[in-house]
């Protein structure tokens, strides 16, 4: 299991609330999984991998996540078992799948086993993933955090 903190592909933002924010805000970052592989293949960085965990959305220190999960755009359908975990996999809360438990790529919509699992998150980190059975090869997913400013 690898952990990559790199963004190739996508942009997961930066750990900071954006400017219009007044106390909540929705952070939100999609991932096309084809522009991801090539990214990466163009890049000579390491394919993903099953088990391996990937920072999705930066949260700045002083965040109350109060909801997180993700929708499947587009479905996966090369890998149609592949599964996703959603939450922190590292620092504090580890919480691996807080926000989402083996949820499906192959079919459409919302996915969240327990969107509403409110974490502090003091100091700045991130919401993970990590790839469960397969990578999704062409799946298109939009993660998305509720977060309060604490401070």
């Not at 990466?40 to 391996?52: P, V």
């Given at each position: 299991m690898a952990a990559?903190?790199?963004s190739l592909g996508f942009n997961k933002g930066d750990?900071?609330?954006p400017a219009n924010v007044s106390d909540i805000?929705?952070?939100e970052v999609t991932v096309d999984f084809a522009k991801v592989k090539a990214a990466r293949a163009a890049a000579g960085a390491t394919?993903?991998?099953a088990t391996d965990t990937l920072q999705i959305i930066s949260l700045p220190a002083g965040s109350v996540?109060?909801?997180a999960?993700?929708?499947v755009i587009s479905a996966e359908t090369v890998n149609a078992t592949a599964t996703i975990d959603i939450g922190f996999t590292g620092g504090s809360p580890a919480a691996a799948n807080i926000y989402g438990n083996d949820l499906a790529t192959n079919s459409t919509g919302l996915?969240?086993?327990n969107a509403a699992a409110v974490t502090v998150v003091a100091a700045a980190d991130t919401i993970d993933i990590l790839l469960n059975t397969a990578v999704p090869e062409n799946a298109v997913i939009k993660f998305f955090a509720f977060v309060g400013?604490?401070?």
């Amino acid at each position: 299991m690898a952990a990559y903190t790199d963004s190739l592909g996508f942009n997961k933002g930066d750990a900071a609330y954006p400017a219009n924010v007044s106390d909540i805000s929705k952070f939100e970052v999609t991932v096309d999984f084809a522009k991801v592989k090539a990214a990466r293949a163009a890049a000579g960085a390491t394919a993903l991998a099953a088990t391996d965990t990937l920072q999705i959305i930066s949260l700045p220190a002083g965040s109350v996540v109060l909801s997180a999960g993700l929708c499947v755009i587009s479905a996966e359908t090369v890998n149609a078992t592949a599964t996703i975990d959603i939450g922190f996999t590292g620092g504090s809360p580890a919480a691996a799948n807080i926000y989402g438990n083996d949820l499906a790529t192959n079919s459409t919509g919302l996915k969240a086993t327990n969107a509403a699992a409110v974490t502090v998150v003091a100091a700045a980190d991130t919401i993970d993933i990590l790839l469960n059975t397969a990578v999704p090869e062409n799946a298109v997913i939009k993660f998305f955090a509720f977060v309060g400013n604490a401070n």
